[in-house]
Structures are given as structure tokens and as C-alpha cells.
């Protein structure tokens, strides 16, 4: 295939870009750089200008191309915004499911288009809220979901045959789901009407965000289970979110979370296939998760590259046929990482530019960060101007009237080819040790995190990087915030209502749905039709995931640092 | 002369909350400061925490939280620190921790809160200059 740019033109322009360097040398003698060295928030040095001859090696119909196109570089959609803008999804979960659900009606009428739920820390980890274990948790940074009850609470009122929810839920995944599909039966709503996504995405929680119950190879049969289960039963659904996001959040690097991410999805490719699935029956159903950091070229690119590596993954890697298996569709969330207690309305700031990289990077949905997000749950009003935000981004500001706006910048274009192949690198080398789920066990993603994670903040201490507010910038006056309280008598309201729920059940329907349960973990059936009928026994979450714990042992932090 | 022996602190994460990427890299920070560091790893009790500090003779308790349990989970290590008579291993906490907390927490005892963006310089000089070394 011929190059995009003809040689020629290109010797000529070598010729130019060294006449300007000896010029601005002499510039530079007489007045310095203002800065030693410049780099993206991921370290990458930027270089001083970018031109033709940095994307030489590039061809425009095999590496770019058209929206809607392989390698979908710029784009999964050929109308990608022009027709329809992202859906606007953000975050929510506090206190009990009823507050949730008030929170979400207020989201809804102003103007959000999908809904997404937070979980409490011991709904993450699979307790209810009255075990020992989750005193002075309950309703913290999310929603406590216990039994089928509180779930029926969460969406009251709420069209879930029209609106799709997405759930941030990973060790007890398949109980959560399990309650959403019981609520919806128990509505009349069919399974095959309810659309949404799980995030389901345990490899990252060993890598990254640390929410775990069973040990990673049962954590992937089960994670196995909900794809093999949703691909039959659910088909509107996606079972599962592969989330860079968390990688981001722990300190990674944008490559890093470009490689681990994608690694988790051919661990979970491979799982699917291996269980006995046609590649194109599930991978059309398979979503992500990415971050959107401050780096704002970095970032762009970063998302184009993802999108091609996926496409070239799945066809080349996967002999998938179907063409929506290739395609890589991603929610973003701004990074909660960079945002600072320090002066926090300068968050709004930083929060707008992170949107607007999601945005033109292509993002399919997002949620965009509140002010107050890095002191506490977001109150009602920071949640709205949070949400607004987008609605800026989309309807005033005009980014999204054209599809890939920077696609053929020079700068964008080799930071994606950068990008894409350093991130297809790690992967290779992710493979050498035996894949995925050998690598997690050998700690390798885990210490590169944290590494790169300690080098940033070196950065920031040592003042080589600035963070205004924080190192430079600085100011004693405090500007008043409010903060969202969650008061602790909830606690105790949602201990009395899943122990007057455990009473007023039939036990003994609850302990054989249990028993079944643990038998078909055992054995190896497909646990899913036996926790949905769990949980419409009101089994709580926790019996659930004891079952787990009981047949496949639980897993604790190696602890290094 | 006795001879000084290097601090020894542990980091701790109280509690179900998984961030753990300031306390991995405070632990980090103590260690190339020259402290001896004993990282617990996630997920633990109130109780394991402080039978761990005693067990290893801490100086001191880095607790770091930012899921919201702090006001529960901070206070209780510094009782039950006081009920096994081992009050003398200084605890401080970092995380997610909303100013009007911070007095709350110094009156149940936590010496000192470092919030985000406290640079590791200053977190490590704090220790040098608050933290002895217990008697052995």
C-alpha cells in the first residue's frame, strides 16, 4: 500500500525542519527553554514541533481511515456524535438504596441520559452491612445493597426497560446482576429486555483497585459464567466493563493502562473461547473503561489507540468475523487522581479538559467528576455542575459537530503510533510469561504500577511537575465547600431492614437455593439461574458470596509495596 | 551509649477500602527515608492492626483510608492500642479526610492528619521530628 506522503515532498521537508532547529538554537542560547524538558503527565517527552515526517510511516486507509471503518481508529460509528452524543452516565450511590434513588431521579430530570450506580465498600466486597466486618462502612462512597429488597428500593420509579444502568460491582458481580434480573422478573420485565453493564472485571481488582473475595483463576470461571450466561440469556447486556480505569487511578501510566487493559480483555477472551464460546457470540457484548487524565493530547491519542489495538486483537489475534466484535466501546471517567483538595473549584477546571479529551477521543458515555469528588460523595449541586459540564461540551462548544476533530494532527497521530506500539510491547511481553493471570501472579503490572506511581509523585514533590494549588500556585485562604455527610443512624436503619428481611423469609427455601448453589460451584454448571433464584429466596448478598468463599477460598493481599 | 535504632512504623489500611496507592507509596517514602517499614496489606481490622504493631514493637501506626470510615476506624486503633497498654506508638492518618474531621480525629488521639497532596519531604521530616523511638 503507498505511504500517505510522497518521498519527495518529505527530503524537502527534512531539509526545512533543520534549517528551523538551527534557528531556534539560536534562539534558545540567547533565551532558554522554559522548561528543561517537557513530557506528557505520563513522562513521554514531547517533542518541539511535529510534522509529516514524524507520521511517515503511516497510511491513511490502513492506520486512519474512516469512522465506522477497521481499524476504527477514528471511530466505532461511522456518524459516531453527528448522529447521537455520548451518553451522559454519572456516577452515583450514597447512603441507603432510597437515597440512591432520589439521587438518580434528580440525575434523570436533569437531563441524564443512563444511569450508573456506586456501591458501599462492603457491597464491593460481598458483606452485608451487618457483618462485623463492614462497621462504620454503610453507605460511604456508595449505595449498601444486602438483599433483593434494597434493590427493588434502588429503582423504584425508574423506566429500566428504556433506561439502561450501569453497575460498578466486580468480586460479587454475578449476585448483583443476579438481583437486577430478579427485580426486573419481578416487574414482568423479560431478561432479554434489560440493557446494561456490569463491570465484572476482577483482573484489575488484583492489579489495580483492590476489591476482592476469591482467589484469580476462580474469580475468572465465575466472571466466565456471567459471559456464557448473558451471551444465551441477557443478550442486551454487557457482561462485563474491562476497565482501565482503576489501573489509571493506582498510578499507572497511559501505556500501561492502554497494555494491562487490553491484556485483561484477551485473558477474558480466552477464558470465553476456552469455555466452548464462538468468538463473535460474546465479544460484540464486551465494553471498557478508560480513564481521562490531564494530559490532553496524551489522552486522545491514547483513546484512537485503543480502539485500533482492540479491532487489530480481535481479527487478527481472535479470527473474530463479526465486524462489532473488533469494535472497542468505552465509557471514560475524568481521573478522580487529579483532582485536588487544594482549591477545589479549580476541579471543575480540570474536569472540563479531561471531558473534552474523552470527547474527542470518542468515548461512547461518560461520567465527569465533581468539584467536592476528591473530599467526599458529591453533593446534589457539584453533581449538577459536573453534568452540566458535558452538556456544555456537547451543545455549545461545537467539538462535537465533527467526527475525530484532531485525527491527521501530526502531533495526535504519533502519539497514537507511539502509544499503540509500546502498549502492543508489554502485551507481548504479558504473553511470554504465560498470559495474563500468570503475570498478576508473578506481581509484574502490580509493581510497574507502583512504580510508575511513585515516580509521579517525586515529580510533583521535587517541583518538576506542577499541580496548581499543590506546588505552585499555592494560597492559605480556604474556600468554603459543602460536604456531603452521610449520617451513621443509617447504619443502623439498614442492619434492622436486611435482619427483619432474613426474618420474615422461608430459611429453609434460602438454605437449599444455597446448598444447590455451592453444589453447582463445585461442580462446575453455570452458577448463574441458581444465584437468580437465591436472591428471589432473599438470600442477602453476603450468603451469596459466603458460598464462594467456602468452595473457592478467599484472597488476601501479598502486601508489597 | 545505647545506640539509636532506626524507627519502625508501619502502614496500615483499616477497613474494606481498597486505594492503596498513597499508602504503598508513604511506605515507599519511609523506607527511602531510612525508617524500618512494615506494610500490613488490605482489608484489616482495627484489632489485626494493632495486635500486628505490637507484635513487630512499632514506634508508629500510618493509618491511610479514603472510603469515608475513617471517623470509626482511626479512633479505634488508638482505643485498643490504650486497652493492651501500648499507647505510646504514635498513630497518624492520611486519606481522604474532610477538614472538619481533622480536630475530631486529634481529640481521639490521632497525632496528626496528612491530607492529599502533602508532599512525602515534609510527611517524612514530621516523623523524624514527632516519632521516638520506643525503649526496648
Known amino acids: ?561 | 551509649m545505647q545506640r539509636e535504632r532506626r524507627l519502625r512504623v508501619m502502614v496500615a489500611k483499616p477497613g474494606l477500602d481498597g486505594h492503596d496507592r498513597g499508602a504503598r507509596i508513604i511506605a515507599r517514602a519511609f523506607r527511602d527515608g531510612g525508617f524500618e517499614v512494615i506494610y500490613t496489606g488490605l482489608h484489616q481490622t482495627p484489632e489485626e492492626i494493632v495486635e500486628a504493631a505490637i507484635q513487630e514493637d512499632v514506634d508508629m501506626i500510618g493509618l491511610s483510608s479514603l472510603a469515608g470510615a475513617h471517623m470509626y476506624l482511626f479512633p479505634r486503633v488508638v482505643d485498643l492500642l490504650k486497652e493492651k497498654g501500648a499507647d505510646d506508638i504514635v498513630v497518624c492518618g492520611g486519606g481522604i479526610i474532610p477538614e472538619e474531621d481533622i480536630p475530631r480525629l486529634k481529640e481521639a488521639g490521632i497525632k496528626e492528619i496528612f491530607t492529599p497532596g502533602s508532599p512525602l519531604t515534609e510527611i517524612v521530616q514530621w516523623v523524624r521530628e514527632n516519632v521516638k523511638a520506643r525503649s526496648e
Open chain 1, 1 to 561: 500500500m503507498a505511504l500517505t506522503y510522497n518521498q519527495e515532498i518529505m527530503s524537502e521537508l527534512k531539509r526545512g525542519e533543520e534549517k528551523w532547529s538551527e534557528k531556534l538554537e539560536q534562539v534558545f542560547s540567547e533565551r532558554p527553554e522554559r522548561l528543561k524538558r517537557f513530557s506528557t503527565v505520563s513522562d513521554r517527552e514531547i517533542r518541539r514541533i511535529y510534522t509529516p515526517l514524524d507520521v511517515k510511516s503511516q497510511d491513511f486507509s490502513r492506520d486512519i481511515g474512516f469512522p465506522g471503518s477497521y481499524p476504527f481508529t477514528r471511530g466505532v460509528q461511522p456518524s459516531m456524535y453527528r448522529g447521537r452524543l455520548w451518553t451522559m452516565r454519572m456516577f452515583a450511590g450514597l447512603g441507603t438504596a432510597k437515597d440512591t434513588n432520589r439521587r438518580f431521579h434528580h440525575l434523570v430530570k436533569a437531563g441524564q441520559t443512563g444511569l450508573s450506580t456506586a456501591f458501599d465498600m462492603p457491597t464491593l466486597m460481598g458483606y452485608d452491612t451487618d457483618s462485623p466486618k463492614a462497621r462504620g462502612e454503610c453507605g460511604k462512597c456508595g449505595v449498601a445493597i444486602d438483599t433483593l429488597v434494597d434493590m427493588e428500593d434502588l429503582f423504584e420509579g425508574l423506566p429500566i426497560e428504556r433506561i439502561t444502568t450501569s453497575m460498578t460491582i466486580n468480586p460479587p458481580a454475578p449476585v448483583i446482576w443476579g438481583m437486577y434480573i430478579a427485580m426486573a422478573e419481578n416487574r414482568g420485565i423479560s431478561r432479554k429486555d434489560i440493557g446494561g453493564t456490569i463491570q465484572n472485571d476482577m483482573l484489575k481488582e488484583f492489579i489495580a483497585q483492590k476489591t476482592f473475595m476469591c482467589p484469580p483463576k476462580p474469580s475468572l470461571r465465575l466472571i466466565t459464567d456471567t459471559v456464557e450466561f448473558g451471551t444465551k440469556e441477557v443478550p442486551k447486556w454487557n457482561t462485563i466493563s474491562i476497565s482501565g480505569y482503576h489501573i489509571r487511578e493506582a498510578g499507572s501510566t497511559a501505556v500501561q493502562e492502554l497494555a494491562f487493559t487490553l491484556a485483561d480483555g484477551i485473558a477474558y477472551t480466552e477464558a470465553a473461547i476456552e469455555r466452548g464460546l464462538d468468538v463473535d457470540s460474546f465479544a460484540p457484548r464486551f465494553s471498557f473503561f478508560f480513564n481521562s487524565h490531564l494530559d490532553f493530547f496524551e489522552e486522545i491519542a491514547k483513546f484512537r489507540a485503543a480502539r485500533r489495538m482492540w479491532a487489530k486483537i480481535m481479527k487478527e489475534r481472535f479470527k473474530a468475523k463479526d465486524p462489532r466484535s473488533w469494535w472497542l466501546r468505552f465509557h471514560t471517567q475524568t481521573a478522580g487522581c487529579s483532582l485536588t483538595a487544594q482549591q477545589p473549584y479549580n476541579n471543575i477546571v480540570r474536569t472540563t479538559l479531561e471531558a473534552l479529551a474523552a470527547v474527542m477521543g470518542g468515548t461512547q458515555s461518560l461520567h465527569t467528576n465533581s468539584l467536592d469528588e476528591v473530599l467526599a460523595i458529591p453533593t446534589e449541586e457539584a453533581a449538577t455542575i459536573a453534568l452540566r459540564t458535558q452538556q456544555i461540551i456537547a451543545e455549545e462548544s461545537g467539538v462535537a459537530n465533527t467526527i475525530d476533530p484532531l485525527g491527521g494532527s501530526y502531533l495526535v497521530e504519533a502519539l497514537t503510533d507511539q502509544l499503540e506500539e509500546e502498549a502492543f510491547e508489554i502485551i507481548r511481553k504479558i504473553d511470554d510469561m504465560g498470559g495474563m493471570l500468570a503475570a498478576i501472579e508473578r506481581n509484574y503490572p502490580q509493581q510497574e504500577i507502583a512504580d510508575a506511581a511513585y515516580h509521579y509523585q517525586k515529580q510533583i514533590d521535587e517541583k518538576e511537575r506542577t499541580v496548581v494549588g499543590v506546588n505552585k500556585y499555592t494560597s492559605e485562604e480556604r474556600l468554603p465547600v459543602e460536604i456531603l455527610e452521610i449520617d451513621e443512624e443509617l447504619e443502623r436503619l439498614q442492619i434492622e431492614k436486611t435482619q427483619r428481611i432474613k426474618n420474615d423469609r422461608d430459611n429453609k427455601r434460602v438454605r437449599e437455593c444455597l446448598e444447590r448453589l455451592g453444589e453447582a460451584c463445585s461442580g462446575g454448571e453455570n452458577v448463574m439461574e441458581f444465584i437468580i433464584d437465591a436472591v428471589k429466596a432473599h438470600a442477602t448478598l453476603q450468603e451469596v458470596c459466603d458460598v464462594f468463599r467456602a468452595v473457592f477460598g478467599e484472597y488476601r493481599d501479598p502486601g508489597t509495596y
